[in-house]
């Protein structure tokens, strides 16, 4: 069984700043991509960023220059910095990874959500 567990979310001023944290645990042998997406209410879920083990990034371009997508390939982990927020960045978070588990089977696995809400 694989868990994504993510942290960092809260409420921020707009043109403040959050770090978004997803560790993975459990029987993993690789996970390859890691990424991010978000859903507003109302909109369907979207991309954000995502990151490939050997570290090459994807961003949506409502991000590109704002958010930063990094990872720590030893210990499963994903990051999320966002900086300069805008109240259109409200929405819940959530942690995405493809996962090739201890049997070398394949699967999707997403993580519970964070909420981001960005307002004065």
């Known amino acids: 069984q694989v868990q994504l567990v993510e942290s960092g979310g809260g409420l921020v001023q707009p043109g403040g700043s959050l770090r978004l944290s997803c560790a993975a645990s459990?029987?993993?042998?690789?996970?390859?991509?890691m990424g991010w997406y978000r859903q507003a209410p109302g909109k369907q879920r979207e991309l954000v960023a995502t990151?490939?083990?050997?570290?090459?990034?994807n961003y949506a371009d409502s991000v590109k220059g704002r958010f930063s997508i990094s990872r720590d390939n030893a210990k499963n982990t994903v990051f999320l910095q966002m900086n300069s927020l805008k109240p259109e960045d409200t929405a819940v978070y959530y942690c995405?990874?493809?996962?090739?588990?201890?049997?070398?089977?394949?699967?999707?696995?997403w993580g519970q959500g964070t909420q981001v809400t960005v307002s004065s």
């Open positions: 990151i490939t083990s050997g570290g090459s990034t």
């Open positions: 459990g029987s993993i042998f690789r996970i390859n991509p």
């Open positions: 995405h990874g493809v996962v090739l588990d201890l049997a070398r089977r394949s699967d999707i696995y």
